[in-house]
């Protein structure tokens, strides 16, 4: 079982920054590619971005267009999104993901969400 633990998520006026964190454990770190996803009321749950388990590879939702930056500390366990610029359309709830791979199939884990509301 992994375990994530956000935080960082709150309000914020339009063109401003926000640090959100996602704490996992319960599995080797490095095993897990990290990822952050978004749902806003009435829409679907959609990729923010995503960083492999080596911190090496990263992907990014075509709307993010340079504003957002994920990372990764080993010695943390941490998984970040640093999101900047923000529009109001980027109010939504904001879930940790950890996933992996094992000879019984894909896993993935979720956070509990953490909201992120931008004010215009």
């Known amino acids: 079982q992994v375990q994530l633990v956000e935080s960082g998520g709150g309000l914020v006026q339009a063109g401003g920054s926000l640090r959100l964190s996602c704490a996992a454990s319960?599995?080797?770190?490095?095993?897990?590619?990290m990822g952050w996803f978004r749902q806003a009321p009435g829409k679907e749950r959609e990729v923010v971005a995503v960083i492999s388990g080596g911190g090496t590879m990263t992907r990014y939702g075509e709307f993010v267009k340079g504003r957002y930056t994920i990372s990764r500390d080993a010695a943390k366990n941490t998984v970040y999104l640093q999101m900047n610029d923000l529009k109001p359309e980027d109010t939504a709830v904001y879930y940790c993901?950890?996933?992996?791979?094992?000879?019984?199939?894909?896993?993935?884990?979720w956070g509990q969400g953490t909201q992120v509301t931008v004010s215009s």
């Open positions: 319960g599995r080797t770190f490095r095993s897990l590619s």
């Open positions: 993901n950890a996933h992996y791979y094992s000879y019984s199939g894909s896993h993935d884990y």
